[in-house]
Protein backbone atom coordinates (compact mmCIF):
# COMPACT_ATOMS: atom_id res chain seq x y z
CA UNK A 1 0.00 0.00 0.00
CA UNK A 2 2.59 2.31 0.49
CA UNK A 3 2.02 6.22 1.29
CA UNK A 4 -1.06 6.63 -1.19
CA UNK A 5 -3.94 7.59 0.26
CA UNK A 6 -7.20 9.62 -0.61
CA UNK A 7 -7.67 13.25 1.17
CA UNK A 8 -10.94 14.74 0.19
CA UNK A 9 -11.59 18.21 0.76
CA UNK A 10 -14.44 19.97 1.42
CA UNK A 11 -16.34 22.95 2.03
CA UNK A 12 -18.51 25.95 1.16
CA UNK A 13 -17.81 27.73 -2.11
CA UNK A 14 -15.19 30.44 -1.35
CA UNK A 15 -13.92 28.72 2.18
CA UNK A 16 -10.45 28.11 0.78
CA UNK A 17 -10.72 24.85 -0.31
CA UNK A 18 -8.53 25.06 -3.62
CA UNK A 19 -6.26 27.18 -2.50
CA UNK A 20 -5.57 24.80 0.48
CA UNK A 21 -5.93 21.72 -1.42
CA UNK A 22 -3.23 22.99 -4.47
CA UNK A 23 -0.46 23.97 -2.07
CA UNK A 24 -1.05 19.99 -0.25
CA UNK A 25 -1.15 18.91 -3.48
CA UNK A 26 2.03 20.60 -4.77
CA UNK A 27 3.91 19.74 -1.51
CA UNK A 28 3.18 16.16 -1.40
CA UNK A 29 3.33 15.72 -6.00
CA UNK A 30 -0.04 14.43 -5.62
CA UNK A 31 -3.17 14.14 -8.34
CA UNK A 32 -5.42 17.14 -7.76
CA UNK A 33 -8.84 16.36 -9.03
CA UNK A 34 -10.70 19.72 -8.86
CA UNK A 35 -14.59 19.48 -9.70
CA UNK A 36 -14.57 22.82 -10.66
CA UNK A 37 -11.68 22.30 -13.42
CA UNK A 38 -13.98 19.10 -14.65
CA UNK A 39 -17.44 20.39 -14.73
CA UNK A 40 -16.35 23.08 -17.17
CA UNK A 41 -15.72 19.36 -19.52
CA UNK A 42 -18.95 17.53 -18.33
CA UNK A 43 -23.03 18.19 -18.24
CA UNK A 44 -22.46 19.39 -14.57
CA UNK A 45 -22.53 18.57 -11.13
CA UNK A 46 -23.41 15.07 -10.81
CA UNK A 47 -21.18 13.67 -13.86
CA UNK A 48 -18.54 16.11 -12.64
CA UNK A 49 -18.20 13.87 -9.29
CA UNK A 50 -18.83 10.26 -11.25
CA UNK A 51 -15.84 11.33 -13.34
CA UNK A 52 -13.51 12.47 -10.75
CA UNK A 53 -14.25 9.35 -8.78
CA UNK A 54 -13.43 6.97 -11.07
CA UNK A 55 -10.34 8.81 -11.71
CA UNK A 56 -9.31 9.15 -8.15
CA UNK A 57 -10.13 4.68 -8.19
CA UNK A 58 -8.09 4.61 -11.26
CA UNK A 59 -5.02 6.34 -9.73
CA UNK A 60 -5.64 5.12 -6.06
CA UNK A 61 -4.92 1.51 -7.56
CA UNK A 62 -1.94 2.68 -9.16
CA UNK A 63 -0.63 3.54 -6.07
CA UNK A 64 -0.87 7.33 -6.37
CA UNK A 65 -1.97 9.83 -3.56
CA UNK A 66 -5.29 11.28 -4.69
CA UNK A 67 -6.18 14.66 -3.34
CA UNK A 68 -10.15 16.21 -4.32
CA UNK A 69 -11.29 19.61 -4.16
CA UNK A 70 -15.05 19.62 -3.99
CA UNK A 71 -17.66 21.41 -2.16
CA UNK A 72 -19.34 17.35 -1.26
CA UNK A 73 -22.68 19.58 0.38
CA UNK A 74 -24.63 16.00 0.70
CA UNK A 75 -23.28 13.39 3.28
CA UNK A 76 -23.94 10.81 -0.22
CA UNK A 77 -20.75 12.29 -1.78
CA UNK A 78 -18.64 12.48 1.03
CA UNK A 79 -19.43 8.70 1.72
CA UNK A 80 -18.66 8.17 -1.66
CA UNK A 81 -15.39 9.19 -1.81
CA UNK A 82 -14.23 7.10 1.73
CA UNK A 83 -15.91 4.16 -0.31
CA UNK A 84 -13.34 4.49 -3.32
CA UNK A 85 -10.81 4.72 -0.59
CA UNK A 86 -11.75 1.78 1.04
CA UNK A 87 -12.43 -0.21 -1.93
CA UNK A 88 -8.72 0.56 -3.13
CA UNK A 89 -7.61 -0.17 0.23
CA UNK A 90 -6.27 3.43 1.10
CA UNK A 91 -6.59 5.49 4.10
CA UNK A 92 -8.98 8.83 3.81
CA UNK A 93 -8.43 11.94 5.54
CA UNK A 94 -11.33 14.09 5.45
CA UNK A 95 -10.60 17.50 5.43
CA UNK A 96 -13.93 20.44 5.82
CA UNK A 97 -12.43 23.75 5.03
CA UNK A 98 -14.57 26.73 6.62
CA UNK A 99 -14.04 30.85 6.94
CA UNK A 100 -15.44 31.63 10.09
CA UNK A 101 -15.53 35.53 9.60
CA UNK A 102 -18.57 36.08 7.52
CA UNK A 103 -17.98 39.12 5.81
CA UNK A 104 -14.17 37.93 4.94
CA UNK A 105 -16.54 34.50 3.22
CA UNK A 106 -18.73 36.94 1.41
CA UNK A 107 -16.09 39.37 -0.09
CA UNK A 108 -14.89 35.76 -1.07
CA UNK A 109 -17.90 34.35 -3.08
CA UNK A 110 -17.71 36.25 -6.43
CA UNK A 111 -14.17 35.21 -6.59
CA UNK A 112 -15.10 31.74 -6.24
CA UNK A 113 -17.70 31.69 -9.00
CA UNK A 114 -16.04 33.80 -11.33
CA UNK A 115 -13.58 30.18 -11.02
CA UNK A 116 -16.54 28.14 -11.94
CA UNK A 117 -16.81 30.11 -15.20
CA UNK A 118 -20.26 32.20 -15.80
CA UNK A 119 -22.28 30.45 -12.67
CA UNK A 120 -24.20 33.14 -10.97
CA UNK A 121 -23.04 33.90 -7.87
CA UNK A 122 -26.76 32.65 -6.45
CA UNK A 123 -25.52 29.09 -6.90
CA UNK A 124 -22.67 29.85 -4.53
CA UNK A 125 -25.26 31.20 -1.90
CA UNK A 126 -27.44 27.97 -2.68
CA UNK A 127 -24.95 25.34 -1.94
CA UNK A 128 -24.16 27.20 1.19
CA UNK A 129 -28.02 26.97 2.64
CA UNK A 130 -27.88 23.51 1.81
CA UNK A 131 -24.80 22.15 3.13
CA UNK A 132 -25.37 19.29 5.42
CA UNK A 133 -23.86 19.44 8.65
CA UNK A 134 -20.87 16.79 9.01
CA UNK A 135 -21.91 13.95 11.43
CA UNK A 136 -18.17 12.49 11.59
CA UNK A 137 -14.78 13.10 12.72
CA UNK A 138 -12.86 15.17 9.92
CA UNK A 139 -9.89 17.59 9.88
CA UNK A 140 -11.52 20.88 9.98
CA UNK A 141 -9.47 23.94 8.78
CA UNK A 142 -10.89 27.98 9.86
CA UNK A 143 -9.17 29.64 6.75
CA UNK A 144 -10.34 33.11 8.24
CA UNK A 145 -7.94 31.70 11.33
CA UNK A 146 -5.12 29.84 9.18
CA UNK A 147 -3.12 30.75 6.76
CA UNK A 148 -2.36 28.33 3.58
CA UNK A 149 0.75 27.83 5.36
CA UNK A 150 -0.57 26.96 8.82
CA UNK A 151 -3.72 25.04 7.06
CA UNK A 152 -1.06 23.07 5.39
CA UNK A 153 1.04 22.30 8.43
CA UNK A 154 -2.04 21.42 10.03
CA UNK A 155 -2.90 18.46 7.23
CA UNK A 156 0.51 17.49 7.58
CA UNK A 157 0.54 16.61 11.28
CA UNK A 158 -2.86 14.78 10.90
CA UNK A 159 -1.32 12.63 8.23
CA UNK A 160 1.64 12.21 10.45
CA UNK A 161 -0.75 10.84 13.30
CA UNK A 162 -2.91 8.95 11.27
CA UNK A 163 0.25 6.65 10.59
Known sequence: ????????FSGHPGAGKSTT???????MNAVYLSIDSI?????????AYRVAQAVADDNLR????VITDCVNAMRQS?????????????????VEV?????????????????????????RSEEIIQHYQPWDRERLVIDTARQTV????????????EQR
Not at 102 to 119: I, K, S, V
Open 149 to 160: HDAVAAIRRALL
Open 39 to 47: ERGVAGYPD
Open 78 to 94: RDAWRAIATAAGVPTLE
Open 21 to 27: ARERARQ
Open 98 to 122: TCSDRDEHLRRLPRAAARREGEPLT
Open 1 to 8: MGDRMLIS
Open 62 to 65: LGHT
